[in-house]
């Protein structure tokens, strides 16, 4: 089982690539609550690249944060790819980034009013290239997921930063 310390190299990782491209970051995250930001802030000098982000787990919280009304989600429901790249997209520009990262999904111990199982995360990184990958790993346990969803969206940012 992954660690609190894995994510936090992961992290570290992510920020060093960033710093050395001299490139920001924002990001917009559910499911992870704030543990991808966690990450991406454990480096010191961090404010060299990370510009902001946000626990969007809410509607309200989407409208409110991210202006994303229901009108724009016509159509497109959370937890879902589409909607992690709207997220990802709408935190790097209002926060005037080079990179976002937009997650969102299912934690647990239950699946979400969308029908997706525990385990399910949808996770967007977008700048010059965009990539989304949807994660499923079968668990029900709460934390796991967390970490789970958070790794998964730091390896996807180092991959992309690469």
């Keep these: ?72 989600m016509r159509g497109m429901r959370g937890a879902s790819e589409p909607y992690a790249l709207l997220s990802a997209r709408t935190a790097r520009d209002h926060c005037g980034a080079f990179w976002g990262v937009g997650e969102t999904g299912a934690t647990g111990p239950t699946g979400n009013r969308y029908g997706d199982a525990a385990g399910h995360s949808c996770i967007a990184v977008v700048g010059p290239r965009d990539r989304v990958i949807t994660i499923e790993t079968g668990s029900a346990d709460r934390l796991a997921n967390m970490y789970a969803f958070t790794l998964a969206a730091l390896e996807l940012l180092i991959e992309q930063l690469k």
């Design 1 to 72: 089982m992954m660690t609190i310390a894995d994510i936090l190299a992961r992290g570290g990782q992510a920020g060093a690539l960033l710093r050395g491209r001299n490139e920001t970051v924002a990001v917009s995250e559910s499911s992870t609550g704030g543990l991808i930001s966690a990450a991406l802030l454990s480096v010191p000098g961090a404010s060299a690249y990370f510009i902001g982000g946000g626990v969007i787990y809410t509607r309200q919280a989407r409208n409110a944060f991210l202006q994303i009304n229901d009108e724009a």
